[in-house]
């Protein structure tokens, strides 16, 4: 290969370096819990939708926990099976210009959250482990929320403390 051939290849070896796509599902929070416990999360029913100031977010569960919901968990008083998975995915918001009504629609993707029952893994935090993972769109990747293996009692669980009659869950399962 010439000298000018290997300037010309070079730079376009790296561009595609540089836009190669993450491999999400190789990503851990700091505890441990990673988006590989969470594969195929896209595709799960969900549980509601809630409107934030900035965003939208829909709340989606696995089908253990979705099983549990129409079971009347937690209502009836029983917590949420092991192996309950929840995942809240976030979006900034903008209005739908196409729409004849006022009506707010995802944009940009912000992040993803999600929350596993089990008891052995997450004793400290009454058996929920929790992880969340910002989105940067001008890289296309995204990164853990948080340091050090207690993030998700620090951070998290301290929080959900406020749901404790509820299993640690805020999304209630609406009427549908």
Not at 11 to 25: C, G, N, R
Not at 61 to 78: F, Q, S
Request: with cysteine; glycine share 8%; aromatic share 14%.
């Amino acid at each position: 290969m010439s000298r000018i051939s290997t300037f010309i290849a070079l730079p376009a070896a790296f561009a595609s370096m540089a836009f190669a796509t993450q491999d999400k599902y190789a990503l851990e929070a700091p505890n441990g819990l990673g988006f590989a416990e969470i594969r195929g999360y896209e595709d799960w029913q969900d549980v509601a939708v809630s409107q934030v100031e900035d965003g939208l977010k829909v709340i989606v569960a696995n089908p253990t926990m979705i099983n549990a919901y129409k079971a009347g968990v937690p209502g009836n008083g029983k917590p949420f099976p092991e192996g309950s998975k929840i995942v809240k995915i976030e979006w900034s918001q903008t209005k739908n210009a196409a729409s004849p009504y006022f009506v707010m629609v995802p944009d940009r993707l912000k992040s993803v959250s999600f929350i596993e029952k089990s008891s052995k893994r997450f004793p400290d935090t009454n058996g929920w482990g929790y992880a969340q993972f910002t989105y940067n769109p001008a890289a296309k990747a995204f990164t853990p929320v948080g340091s050090g293996k207690s993030f998700g009692k620090s951070e998290c669980h301290a929080c959900h403390i406020a749901v404790q009659a509820k299993d640690y869950i805020f999304t209630a399962y609406p009427l549908r």
